[in-house]
């Protein structure tokens, strides 16, 4: 394959670039197209040279990186940069529920030695594992992390390589 190296300064389409999605792969213009794809996750991205943007296009989610002359960086969509106040009710929301459980045990402590003394503390870390869960579950929701993306490809490329072998 006769590609130009792998680092340009413009994003063109006869570059060989890393692929923004999985960062593991390489992405290329498809045969007698202007749509890139990656060689490792085979995502497909659609190209605009003009602008320096490319845009995955065999996805639900609305993801676009804008190339800056050495790699990739996301275009963020209008309006989804979260504010402090945002991220205080964030914090607030794994704290309290957590701080009223383990105040409840502090101040109702089990008796030493009965079978359930475990249960305050215990219920304590799951109430703060549980939110913490829904708040990161809620961040990468928000901010469209292809996290699913990644780790499919991940378990592609796990499993090529077993049966390879
Ligand atoms: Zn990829």
Not at 43 to 61: C, G, M
Not at 78 to 99: C, D, H, K, N, Q
Not at 123 to 146: K, M, S
């Amino acid at each position: 394959m006769a590609k130009a190296q792998l680092s340009s300064d413009r994003f063109h389409l006869q570059g060989i670039y890393a692929c923004p999605l999985c960062r593991h792969g390489q992405i290329s213009a498809m045969p007698l197209m202007e749509t890139f794809s990656c060689n490792f996750c085979h995502h497909i991205f659609t190209t605009n040279f003009e602008q320096q943007v490319l845009k995955i296009a065999d996805s639900q989610l609305p993801l676009a990186w804008r190339w800056n002359g050495k790699n990739w960086k996301g275009v963020q969509r209008e309006g989804t940069e979260l504010g402090w106040s945002y991220l205080g009710i964030g914090i607030i929301f794994v704290v309290l529920p957590t701080a009223i459980i383990a105040t409840g045990s502090y101040l109702f402590p089990p008796l030493p030695g009965s079978p359930l003394s475990w249960l305050p503390l215990w219920w304590t870390i799951l109430t703060f594992l549980a939110h913490l869960f829904c708040l990161i579950w809620l961040i990468v929701e928000y901010y469209q992390f292809p996290i699913f993306l990644y780790f499919r490809a991940l378990r592609r490329r796990f499993f090529a390589r077993w049966h390879a072998n």
